[in-house]
């Protein structure tokens, strides 16, 4: 009888270490770090205590009625690396700085070049790591000869998995007009508070409205199987208008329309119940033809929409009237994308328009984009100085010093144009883009130093005239959500999500 192998049991020699030593940014490549061994990942997840009440029916006994939840510890690691008789190893500098770096340990068959961060099967992106400790071996042994070593111990924020996903269509049957945005609003739960979920179970698609007769309204297409099943909820106070950007603030699906010149909101649980009606239209605070097209929410008592004219508004609570931030002053250039981080926030619109505040929203200045004279239609920030713009000629940039310099990072030259880009953290993200007969969906795992659109990064995507949108799941890398419009017929939606 042949004998049965598993090719599939991981070997410690299939994997390999590459390091970002220059620090986190788009700049800054990974290098293949081919003498240098990682000790096992270890983290204490913590061990709860129990809680006990005495016994109703026995005397001196005691019931367990629940358990504590400590926090977990930050997850750690040693390595060993042969020292380098110039002394030119990594670790020489990042003892000196005490600055945070990443990693990555790629695995792969063994027919894969070990040095080659592109051929893989499977990573494991380790971020925020630092230095600990760091130890030297014994110089000029007196009994024997060998090579010197560095050894020591490293603490770092997360190490987690990163895969390559294959896409597939959804709801093909149901999507009958073209879906403009998206979000996964779901949480990670054991089933105490609801449902159980690997937080990418609850994801919504704004639809545009419906060429019939009569005409309908945008709608709301959302799944709570990850994607497997979906169901419509129509936006009634759109009347026949159409919405633009969907988010997710507090407890309620919030929409925002320019052509209405208002947002809707309405309880995700009642959508997620089936429910009809239920949405609530709120015009109060908005300024005549300065109506909001994008939205970014940073919590439930902070979110900022970015308008017609350079207005951009705030939020305070989905149910209560807009305030205006800043009113076209700093530019009256129509605004295409909003997003933040910390205190940071940025938005940006047509011809080169770029709307910076570091003080969330309080005051805002014109910062010179990466196009000029073209218009720039998605914004993401990762930090408060490291933003990534993509632009309607196809151009894609990046910034490090808050927009003060830009650098392209165009994948390709013969993309058209860039619909949106989005990431999971600083390390992993995606770019959605439109070419003159196609589209892509472009992905990264290390910082927008590279961006990949097939081999072992993404698979499957089917055909599309456009995809507008791409929402990751937050805190997972292996999972996505996107949506634009058809080819045939073109006047179709489609939504795909992207999953290993």
């Given amino acids: 009888m042949p004998e049965e192998l598993d090719d599939s049991i991981a070997q410690s ?13 788009p700049k800054y490549p990974y290098v293949y770090a081919g003498c240098l061994s990682l000790g096992g990942f270890q983290q204490d997840l913590g061990t709860g205590d129990p809680i006990y009440c005495p016994s109703p029916s026995e005397a001196g006994q005691f019931n367990i009625v629940g358990t504590t939840k400590p926090p977990p510890s930050l997850p750690t ?30 695995g792969g068959s063994n027919c894969v070049r070990p040095d080659d961060l592109d051929d893989f099967e499977s990573k494991l992106v380790v971020r925020k790591a630092r230095l600990t400790a760091f130890n030297t071996g014994p110089f000029n042994q007196l009994d024997a000869d060998g090579a010197l070593d560095l050894t020591g111990s490293l603490q770092m924020r997360s190490f987690d998995p990163f895969k390559p996903i294959k896409f597939g269509e959804a709801a093909d049957t149901a999507v009958f007009s073209e879906a403009l945005d998206g979000m996964f609003a779901d949480k990670v739960q054991c089933g105490d508070c609801g449902e159980a979920s690997d937080g990418c179970q609850k994801c919504y698609v704004l639809t545009s409205t419906i060429a019939a007769s009569p005409a309908l309204s945008s709608q709301i297409a959302y799944s709570k199987d990850g994607g497997s099943t979906w169901a419509y909820d129509d936006i009634t106070t759109l009347a026949t208008k159409a919405g633009n950007a969907v988010a997710q603030v507090g407890t309620r699906v919030v929409v925002v329309s320019q052509t209405d010149l208002a947002h809707h909101h309405k309880q995700q649980s009642t959508i997620d119940a089936g429910t009809a009606s239920g949405w609530t239209r709120v015009a109060s605070g ?26 951009i508004y705030l939020m305070r609570s989905p149910t209560a009237a807009v305030t205006v931030l800043t009113d076209g002053s700093v530019s009256t250039q129509d605004l295409n ?4 981080n910390g205190r940071t926030i940025v938005a940006v619109g047509n011809s080169n328009a770029m709307l910076v505040s570091n003080n969330e929203g309080r005051t805002w200045a014109l910062v010179t984009g990466p196009a000029v004279g073209v218009n720039l239609n998605t914004v993401e920030v990762v930090s408060p100085l490291v933003w990534y713009v993509g632009a309607a000629n196809g151009k894609s940039f990046y910034t490090v010093n808050g927009g003060t310099t830009w650098v392209e990072m165009t994948p390709d030259s013969s993309i058209t144009v860039v619909n949106r880009i989005r990431f999971v953290d600083e390390i992993v993200g995606y770019m959605s883009v439109t070419l003159s007969a196609s589209v892509r969906m472009y992905r990264t795992a290390d910082n927008g130093n590279t961006w990949h ?9 089917p055909t599309a005239a456009k995809y507008n949108f791409v929402a990751p799941c937050p805190g997972n890398y292996n999972v996505v959500l996107t949506g634009g419009l058809k080819t045939s017929p073109s006047t179709d939606g489609i939504i795909a999500v992207g999953a290993a």
Avoid at 17 to 22: E, L, P
Avoid at 453 to 461: I, K, M, P, S, T
């Fill in 286 to 311: 908005y300024v005549t033809a300065h109506g909001p097209r994008a939205i970014w929410s940073k919590n439930s008592s902070q979110t900022y929409l970015a308008a017609v004219g350079g207005y």
């Fill in 337 to 340: 994308d909003i997003r933040g």
């Fill in 77 to 106: 690691t040693d390595f060993t690396q042969h020292m380098n008789r110039q002394l030119n190893d990594f670790w020489w500098d990042l003892r000196h700085r005490g600055c945070e770096f990443n990693l990555i340990v790629s």
């Fill in 13 to 25: 020699v299939q994997f390999r270490v590459f390091v970002q030593s220059g620090g986190n940014s």
């Fill in 453 to 461: 659109y097939d081999g072992n990064y993404v698979a499957n995507l």
